[in-house]
């Protein structure tokens, strides 16, 4: 059976949840590409590390032992920020590989290099685990939409935010607190400012907008607010009248151009996002013929976001004449 | 530019939502199509009833006249009931065309039969329109879930039902009361039997479970129970305790054998279904890698159905070499 090789670059939670459902969804992968997955090296940045990777999988610090791979078809880039994650991307389509990105915060800002490279190399980017985790909205938007114009998009984007508001609320806890059973649950970083900023929900709008308004607003335009200004007693007046704070990214049209905002938002219980709790994530579409759809799920974890970069793989993947020259 | 030639069978609700889909988003059908689409013919019962049709269009009751068409390769088919409906889609697909259904009461039952049928001849069936209106469920299962394993389907697949169930709730009203509001909202038949009583929902779930466990539990063997035996104090007595009753279409794999169930459970406000209301539809997929995601949206409706079948349309077109020599 003919083997289809690719690499794994960062061994984070993500990482490592793509290097174990390659093995465990094997068969899957077989009936679906008639070929077999082979994770032929893990690049790690700390070498001292321990890790339970395969003695037969070449485990390394230098991105160009990777990309030196004869026969390497994919890479799956699970690297935070916004390098080296560019530049190692931009390097494996250069050399004729498919990239599945799960990095939010660089394809935020370059995905349209990447994809009008991709393009011109004739190999495809997958980029369905930079926003909204395991639930399927990129290909949702790109492949099942395809007639409707979608007007707006509203969404829940950050499951840490969204498990900070829910807990203070149920559990009558003030931001602080709530944000402290986040970080026990795993929920949180160390550092969790990207999230409750709304940075990271910006990054993961900004993706969206490129995909369905074909452009994105002047960064500095829009408005971010995290949910650090929320008080317990806000909360729980918004619910004694039957509401709830929910961080909503929103994005749409308006006239020539787009209007994007992160940010706070009250909303009564008729609202699609209203009953989204926890650390899911969830995306409102409104198009022209569909009218409203809300996809729900996990917007973070090991799992669901392996889920993504695998699926993106499985669907998007053609064998590419590999042009070793170019690099 | 090029013409595709298309034909709707059936002018109810959802054949005129394809109607005016296919004029108002033209625009859209030939960038992604690079081809006009034209509906050539509309398949009629009722010859003295008046239409809007344009004067161009083939209005007939005499299906042969429609498969007669020179260079015809769609069919939408938008009529109730297992015939004719099957009889004609054999036959266009029989002629090489590919065939776009709505119809669930034909397709959960002779579905096999037509994906079969339309492998043999190398065209497509879509039937995206026959579940949960314009929630794109059957080609998320199909295309954005290829790797995962789905375990189990939980959903809401009847907006009567659900319609029904909300309104007994919310404004304290019995079962034929809120069925009457149903009715004037036109959110129910004149005879709502198959939509209170569970037989809509239990098509969609057997189309369902062809779709993801490849086969169906014998119909006999499955549980299906209305929400007509719901009374009023049973509601209310679950609102009192923080529940909701949910009309719920559930299958999953229990050792060898499907176990498939259409009936009304108690939920609590945790569970993915419980904030579904009114007239939509909503459906929680487990899979093995993602866990758990939920689509909701419209059930049902002339555009939200028109848009499930032309992006079914728009996604699975090809042309096709015809076959006019079989018919």
Redesign the interface.
Known sequence: MRVIKAALLGFGTVGQGVYE?VR??RE??KE?LHAEVEIAAVLIKNPRKKRNIDSSVLVTTDFREVLAIPGLEVVFEAIIGEEPGFSYCLQAIEKGCHVITANKVMFARYGNVLLEKAKEKGVFVGYEATTAG???VI??IS???????IQRVQAILNGTSNFVLSAMREKHLPFEEALEIARQHGYAEADPGNDVKGQDAFCKLMILSRLVFGTQPDWEKVEVEGIGGLSLADIERADRQGLRYKHIADIYRDGGTLKASVKPVLVPP?H?L??V?GVNNAITIY????????????GA?K??T???M??DF??GYRPVPQLDAVS
């Open positions: 459902a465990t969804h899957q992968l679906k395991g639930i399927p290909r949702t492949q099942q939409l395809q007639v409707n114009d008729e699609a209203y009953a709790e198009g022209s013929l569909i009218g409203k759809i809300t996809l729900t799920g996990p974890g799992f669901p392996a889920s993504a695998i699926e499985a669907a």
